[in-house]
């Protein structure tokens, strides 16, 4: 999350909204998202039921919830998906950025 943090102007430039989904029950994720102030959404999801909506792993032998990125745009479609293997495996921010620029300018789906 201090990766979208640092670049949190970048993404509002582009018009994006910025939205954590994290596995933790409401007060503990509530107690981390004030303690870390961030400037973006954040739903707490103790019952995956987000995550299952959007297919992210968890995978018990690898810390737990696996991370996904999912591109959604402004009509509820979903225009790229990324879904981690590892807690390590994060689209770069500079990779997220460039492809809301190519959605923005050429209306297609991209896959990562």
């Known amino acids: ?3 979208l943090r640092r670049d949190y102007e970048k993404f509002k ?3 994006v909204e ?4 994290g596995p933790e029950e409401e007060e503990v994720f509530r ?6 102030e961030y400037p973006f959404v954040g739903i707490a ?7 299952d909506l ?7 032998l690898k810390m737990g919830r ?4 999912v591109i959604i745009d402004r009509d509820g479609f979903i225009r790229s998906q990324h ?4 807690m390590r495996d994060i689209l770069e921010n500079t990779t997220v950025l460039n492809l809301f620029d190519k959605i923005n300018s050429e209306n297609e789906i991209i896959n990562y």
């Open 1 to 3: 999350m201090a990766q």
């Open 13 to 15: 430039e582009r018009g």
């Open 18 to 21: 910025v939205i954590i989904v």
């Open 31 to 36: 107690y981390h998202w004030k303690k870390g």
């Open 45 to 51: 999801d103790p019952d995956h039921k987000i995550a």
């Open 54 to 60: 959007y297919n992210q792993q968890v995978k018990i």
């Open 66 to 69: 696996m991370p996904a990125q």
């Open 83 to 86: 879904h981690g293997v590892s």
